[in-house]
């Protein structure tokens, strides 16, 4: 049995949200693909981001 810790599964979903908007957004592959890397990175920036604010806050 696989056993994803957190961060594992924002990746996962991370990459599965962005093909899905790259897809749904733009017309062309190039435009597909630039698209869904910048909603990867900003996915996975906002997860870190969130995840200092919260260590700051606790500590």
Known sequence: MITLSHFSSVLLFATFASVVFGITQRATPKAMF??????????????????????FIRR
């Open 34 to 55: 630039r698209y869904g890397l910048y909603c990867w990175v900003l996915f996975v920036g906002s997860v870190i981001a969130a995840s200092w604010l919260m260590w």
